[in-house]
């Protein structure tokens, strides 16, 4: 079987433990060359398609869109056609048996008919077969849908492709994807909405459990108590996300590998239910979810966080943004590029807080350039995608990065070097009317700013009342690694650029 190779999930990224198949890109039984879209995965922080590592064609798909695998798990085999289905078959449970990952069921090939059915053409609706149905299984679209898609759409690879096949104009889909991007699944509920139908899938045979580690796991850095709790419910331990002190396996990290080995059994249709009165939605937290509460979680647990807050005297900022947006063409600048800039200036002043912190290590890496990450709020949770040397960048530079980073990270597509590390971040919140609040630390970084909103103030200055316009910031800091003065000469650093932005300018 020299002939048979495998997809397997990829690893971008030095923290990418496991990736969820969200939709295929090419069908069974389709050739491609190497660098061609075989799928989109996604991480914990992004969504990114894979390109083919080989020239191949496609025999069996054995991820299906939802599942969530490790890293390095099968997720397709390919094979030339002069492989048998028996051998490829063969093959799939090989893998099912050491991985885990079981392949589809082959489906058998409809039996053959005398005549071959007409199609009456409808008034109101066209039944068009997709080549991705199975034959005999027609996808009804209504003619209110009818037409061709125009212009840059924003919509998956394989929502375009559908589209194309049932001449379905995509700007009448409504979507509902990450960042406003239309899927497959806007497309069909689209045809539903509008009274066409849409032919049944073929249910897939997946075992939907990930493969079980079978390595000796004495040697695994565990607390007592998630020892003894992963003898007693099965679980071995190199199966569990360390996210405990020191690193080592916690009780909360057995529970969560049992829970993904052992999913409960569907209830009985005539079983009470103790929810029945109460109308709810069960939404499982996705892959970034999960991550963003491990890592913010373990950040709140272990380091000692202490927090500084001073107020910004911003007018003469407000007045130069302005001046420089009125006669620099194409450029467009914010409150919170100022900010950016202003930070990763006092960051190279004050080098003590363009830290991270090596827990495992126990030691301070402490960094000459500013990476200055910028937190972005997304409907799956929250990135921070990076300026990198921020310190040596012009305003109009970092204004221009930052709104390619955030277009990149509501598209989920950041490369893993583009939202991890950093030496310092920036969360905002200042847009939304909050005047001021506290963040928690990015690990490993050491700090992290808070800016809120900027607001009128009254102020006596030279025995007059007169109106300030004062933003106030909350630096929040690992005592571990910053003492207090420290924070304070960072903040007054801060607020010298702040209040005399010229000094950016220089």
């Not at 899927?183 to 032919?199: K, M, N, P």
């Not at 647990?301 to 130069?320: E, G, M, Q, S, Y």
Request: aromatic letters at 4%; charged letters at 20%.
């Amino acid at each position: 079987m020299s002939d048979l190779a495998v997809v397997e999930i990829p690893k971008w990224g030095l923290s990418m433990e496991e990736g969820t198949v969200v939709e295929w890109l090419v069908t069974e039984g389709t050739a491609f060359t190497k660098g061609d879209l075989l799928c989109e995965i996604e991480t914990s922080k992004i969504t990114n398609q894979l390109e083919a590592p080989f020239d191949g064609l496609l025999r069996r798909i054995l991820a299906k869109p939802g599942d969530t695998l490790p890293v390095s798990a099968p997720i397709a085999i390919c094979a030339p056609m002069s492989v048998s289905d028996a051998e490829v078959d063969s093959f799939a449970a090989d893998l099912a048996k050491t991985t885990g990952v079981a392949s589809p069921a082959p489906q058998p090939a409809p039996a053959p008919t005398a005549t071959s059915p007409v199609v009456q053409s409808l008034p109101v609706a066209t039944p068009v077969t997709s080549p991705a149905t199975p034959a005999g299984r027609a996808t009804v679209v209504p003619d209110v849908l009818h037409g061709t898609t125009q212009g840059d759409v924003f919509a998956t690879r394989h929502a375009l492709r559908l589209a194309d096949e049932l001449s379905i104009d995509l700007a009448r889909v409504t979507p509902t994807g990450r960042g406003g991007r239309i899927s497959v699944t806007d497309v069909e509920q689209a045809i539903l909405d509008a009274g066409g139908t849409v032919a049944a899938k073929a249910p897939a045979v997946r075992s939907g459990i990930p493969g079980r580690s079978t390595r000796d796991d004495r040697g695994v850095a565990a607390t007592p108590v998630a020892r003894r709790l992963a003898g007693k419910l099965g679980v071995n331990l190199h199966d569990c996300r360390a996210t405990g002190s020191r690193g080592r396996v916690c009780e909360a990290d057995v529970r969560d590998a049992a829970r993904r080995f052992s999913p409960e059994p569907a209830a009985s249709p005539n079983a009470p239910s103790s929810t029945a009165a109460v109308d709810h939605e069960t939404i499982p937290l996705s892959a970034m979810r999960r991550a963003i509460a491990s890592r913010l979680q373990e950040s709140k647990r272990n380091a000692p966080h202490f927090r500084l807050t001073v107020d910004l005297k911003i007018d003469d900022l407000l007045r130069l943004r302005d001046e420089i947006n009125a006669t620099v063409a194409g450029v467009k600048l914010s409150v919170n590029d100022f900010i950016v800039k202003a930070c990763a200036m006092a960051l190279v002043k004050v080098p003590d807080v363009n830290i991270q912190y090596d827990e495992q290590a126990q030691s301070v890496l402490r960094y000459t350039s500013a990476d200055v990450s910028v937190a972005v709020a997304l409907p799956a949770g929250l990135i921070t995608p990076i300026v990198r040397g921020a310190d040596g960048r012009s305003l109009a530079q970092i204004s221009s990065e930052i709104a390619t980073l955030v277009t990149k990270a509501k598209a989920g597509t950041l490369q893993p070097d583009e939202f991890q590390g950093g030496t310092f971040t920036v969360s905002n919140l200042g847009m939304f009317g909050v005047r001021q609040f506290d963040a928690i630390i990015n690990p490993p970084q050491g700090a992290i700013l808070a800016v809120g909103t900027a607001t009128e103030r009254p102020e006596i200055a030279g025995g007059e009342l007169v109106s300030t316009t004062i933003m106030s910031v909350t630096l929040s800091c690992d005592h571990r690694v910053i003492d207090g003065a420290t924070g304070a000469r960072f903040l007054q650093q801060l607020r010298a650029y702040v209040e005399s932005p010229a000094l950016m300018l220089v």
